[in-house]
């Protein structure tokens, strides 16, 4: 059984990041932890989905997601990650960088950390120091990497003051995001298209690696790291490519595939089924990628298929399974407008994205994810069934935003 809820937040969503459960560990996650921008004051928050996704006498769900604690970030927050279970890292467009403290004994944050000047920009008509927006952030305990739109690469550990190494002019262009490729190399994308490899045992400033597309200067917007093969990545930029690429092979994508019609703002494979990578878009929609299944006159690592529904002048959410199911909710409420249903299908929803900023948290059995639209924050739960205990997905899931 499926059902969607909605809650007014009264803030614009920019990242939602799932509390990471110990390794080995089979309890599973009941908080996620939000960031806002483009508000008066920006947040960073923690919620906990309580008895969301069990059943009451009715047969419907029961509890609500609550808020535990917030606390107020300077700027707005441009990306956002756990460190451990209790710290959370996140970035500012002020170029600042702050670990947050969770305390669950009376449920606050604190600031544990934080390095206020981390971007900035210098140089002619630039005045000293000036804030450039930190863009990206990736966390290896103990380690904290960090990339902005001044170019700058830092290492970091919580328990420094200052940086471990900095690389002042690591790249002329604004650098988007990055990823550990293992603890000592990183992997940063830029604003002309290019991958760029960091082996931080390396003492000079120069990358290890480039990789781009032949005369492409497409900006790419996002990267992450196959969980099992840390030499296979994925990309989004802003023609909406999904690229695959294998780091040991040459300079070019592995996989090259006609994805959105707009920017790609985030890639995330899933962390323990890595065949299945999810993308989200400024066109308002978020795909399922599977390259389980055999398509054999498919040659591409991924595929995925989309369903056609009807359009209509009420903004809706739509998912599908292949072409088992469809069902489409009114975004200003939980309730369910249209369903196609075969019994025997189980059909993941997700929320629609706005600007496309949406982070797809697939840490649970339970799948959710939280974002903003017109003032709700819509956190959608599917139960999946267990099989060899694994998490068994929907062959594809396309959601779009009308």
């Not at 390396?202 to 480039?210: A, F, L, T, V, Y």
């Amino acid at each position: 059984m499926e059902e969607i809820y909605a809650k007014f937040v009264s803030q614009k969503i920019s990242k939602t990041r799932w509390r990471p459960v110990p390794p080995g560990s089979l309890q599973t996650v009941e908080t996620f932890a939000t960031g806002s921008w483009d508000n008066e004051e920006n947040y960073v928050s923690l919620w906990s989905i309580g008895d969301f996704g069990n059943l009451d006498s009715d047969g419907g769900f029961e509890g609500d997601h609550q808020l535990l604690c917030d606390i107020r970030h300077h700027g707005d927050v441009m990306d956002l990650q756990f460190f451990d279970q209790e710290r959370i890292v996140a970035a500012s467009s002020t170029g600042c960088v702050t670990v947050f403290l969770h305390h669950p004994n009376n449920q606050t944050l604190s600031v544990s950390q934080q390095w206020t000047t981390a971007h900035y920009h210098t140089g002619p008509g630039s005045p000293s120091c000036s804030s450039a927006p930190c863009t990206g952030v990736v966390c290896s305990n103990p380690e904290i990497v960090t990339v902005g739109e001044d170019g700058r690469i830092n290492l970091f550990r919580a328990d420094h003051k200052e940086a471990i190494r900095t690389i002042d002019n690591a790249d002329s262009s604004t650098l988007h995001a990055v990823t550990f490729l293992r603890t000592p190399e990183i992997l940063t994308v830029n604003s002309i298209g290019q991958l760029k490899i960091w082996d931080f045992r390396q003492q000079g400033n120069e990358p290890s690696q480039i990789l781009s597309l032949t005369g492409d200067r497409v900006p790419l917007h996002c990267v992450d790291r196959h969980p099992n093969q840390q030499h296979v990545v994925a990309t989004g930029g802003q023609d909406g490519m999904l690229s695959i690429w294998d780091v040991r092979q040459g300079t070019m994508p592995v996989s090259l595939l006609k994805a959105h019609e707009a920017e790609m703002w985030e890639v995330h494979f899933h962390p323990s089924n890595p065949d299945h990578l999810f993308t989200c878009s400024e066109d308002g929609s978020l795909w399922h990628w599977d390259a389980s299944t055999d398509v054999p006159e498919k040659s591409s690592l991924f595929h995925q298929e989309v369903i056609h529904c009807r359009k209509d002048s009420q903004k809706k959410i739509a998912s599908s399974h292949s072409t088992r199911q469809a069902n489409i909710f009114a975004l200003n409420g939980p309730e369910l407008i249209s369903s196609l249903e075969d019994p025997s299908s189980q059909v993941a929803h997700f929320p629609c994205t706005v600007n496309g900023k949406l982070v797809v948290p697939l840490l649970r059995s339970v799948l959710s994810a939280a974002e903003k639209f017109e003032g709700y924050m819509y956190v959608v739960s599917t139960l999946l069934s267990f099989q060899q205990q694994c998490i068994q997905f929907p062959l594809i899931t396309t959601v779009s935003n009308w």
